[in-house]
């Protein structure tokens, strides 16, 4: 398989808890976008005693469904994949109701400096606000009632995203590192491609394969789509070198013929995501800035 077949069936059910496997259900914010797909995903683990995964953004109407979704049960741990917000807003807030801790690998931060003139385009989606109470590292594993996750680092979409893999079961929660129902934005300075291709390793070598994502619905038979997400990515990769061969002097003029199917009001993203590839090329060596090293840098192949 050299390109990942994309699912987007989906129903959102947006307020409605979805009972997915035993112990395991899942509300879905009512936040839809272009890059959100149908709404961000929380997750609820457990029956008697709960973890939330990813309490999401800041709705007050999404943060209702999810007191109304817990029930006056316990809470032992709030849990989050990364810091866009999207993701990681309630869980302040839910903290505060319930009395959890709050997991995850850290504060929001950059994966590189910004270069001088710089400006990051993603710090709106940035909860900069975001502070756990027990920082993870890779292979950590939490407990609780009848269930226990081990984190896995898995950066590229954004320098502190973690994956966490359900023990002793086929389930993993990806965040937003692999969705079934589009590929993962990768954006410098926030992300990096060398972590994001570095990160698909990692979850090859883990053996859960069944995926419940950030957004979108359950992945099936996930270690043959994440080979195919590698796949594609050294295609565009590819593509990117073919059109620094060409000439092409700028990341629009690029995107405007790699990315020529796609919707126009994704080529921002899609811009971000070619420059990912072009610094990644960059460290590499097989490319070299005759400009500076952003979106308005000119480049030529080695």
Do not use: C
């Amino acid at each position: 398989m050299s390109s990942p077949k994309f699912r987007t069936e989906f129903e959102p059910r947006h307020g409605e808890v979805v009972d997915l496997v035993p112990g395991v259900s899942r509300l879905t914010a009512n936040n839809p976008s272009a890059f959100t797909f149908h709404g961000t995903n929380t997750y609820l683990l457990g029956t008697d005693e709960l973890a939330v995964i990813d309490p999401g953004p800041p709705d007050e109407a999404h943060f209702d469904a999810l007191i109304n979704a817990i029930n006056g049960r316990p809470v032992s741990h709030i849990i989050v994949t990364h810091t866009h917000m999207d993701h990681s807003p309630l869980a302040g807030p839910l903290a505060e109701k319930t009395s959890a801790k709050i997991y995850a690998e850290g504060p929001h931060r950059p994966a590189r400096a910004l270069k001088l003139g710089e400006q990051n385009p993603l710090d709106a989606s940035a909860d900069a606000d975001f502070k756990p109470d027990h920082i993870l590292a890779h292979g950590d594993v939490i407990e609780g009632d009848g269930w226990s996750l081990t984190a896995l680092f898995t950066p590229g979409h954004t320098a502190n995203h973690m994956a966490f893999a359900l023990d002793g079961t086929d389930y993993l929660f990806p965040g937003d590192h692999v969705m079934a129902w589009a590929t993962s934005i990768v954006a410098p300075p926030d992300g990096a491609m060398v972590d994001y291709m570095n990160s698909l390793e990692v979850l090859l070598q883990t053996p859960q394969a069944t995926y419940f994502p950030g957004h979108g619905g359950r992945l099936e038979n996930a270690h043959a789509f994440v080979r195919a997400l590698r796949a594609h990515r050294k295609m565009r990769e590819q593509a990117v070198l073919d059109q620094i061969r060409k000439g092409r002097e700028t990341i629009p003029d690029m995107v405007a013929v790699i990315y020529r199917s796609t919707d126009k009001r994704l080529h921002g993203a899609a811009g971000l995501s070619v420059l990912a590839h072009i610094e990644d090329l960059l460290t590499r060596g097989l490319i070299l800035s005759n400009g500076p090293a952003s979106i308005d840098g000119i480049y030529r192949a080695v």
